[in-house]
């Protein structure tokens, strides 16, 4: 993420109702990413695509603006996003930081980028300064250092913690962790350390989120159109030709048959 110093980040997390758990999860990040290529709002910012199975937030959206317009900012309602999804947004200040330096004779790194995303909620809706001050050790920021710089370069650790709204169900405190050189080659160590770090530590939010930015949603939209796509022909291949009988209808009429069948689904 960009520079946050004087600078307040909206936050906006969307998890699926129940009745669209149903779906498959493939399915749930294609409308997720249809509608928010669909609201102007999230024309700006950066999309956040999870890189786990049944994250509780498969994609976050994040924006940030200056701290003179906090006043004036008006959260979205919950279900403007559609009626199978709940949207709650919150905003957020960085307090603490760290950059990691890079040494001058490393060698280039790819902008493979990935964020450890830890969110926390709190019983107290007051700022806590001790919490604050020892936010490297309860979080785990020092442990995600120890055990991840050898193999990914960590550039930057952003603590964040709530502005607005006073809604305990809105994570409290935030950490961001900024990855780069996170390739297919190693991506499963990531996952793994991420995972042994949620057994270990039992609360709060953790997951790997990969940065995808909004001209590039409909990638996403892409892939998972081509995905369903694949099913329905597969699906409608199998039904039309075994159990249409060869004498009803000619290999141009089921072919007509499946276009129409085609139609219902996109």
Known sequence: MSDLINRAT????????????????NTQK???AKSFQNKKYFENGELLDTLEKRALYPMVHCSTKPLSEIN???????????????????VYVESKNYHAPRPINDPPFKDDMAYIFMGFKSVDLAYNENLEQSWKDWTGARLVNSCLRNEFYISRYSFLHRVQPPDPELFMYILLVECHNVSNANVTYL??????????????YLTVYRREALSSTSAVIKESCQNRMSMVVKLTYDIL???LPLKAET?????????????MFF
């Not at 004036?72 to 919150?90: A, C, M, P, R």
């Open 72 to 90: 004036d900012f008006v959260s979205l309602k919950s279900n403007d996003l559609g009626t199978e999804f709940i949207l709650k947004q919150g």
């Open 10 to 25: 909206i936050f906006s997390f969307i998890t699926v109702r129940e009745e669209g758990e149903l779906l498959p999860y």
């Open 30 to 32: 294609y409308l997720l």
């Open 251 to 263: 290999e141009l009429s089921r072919l007509k048959i499946m276009a129409l069948f085609l139609q």
């Open 241 to 243: 030709w075994r159990f």
């Open 191 to 204: 996952l793994d350390f991420v995972q042994k770090l949620r057994v270990e530590r039992v609360f709060g």
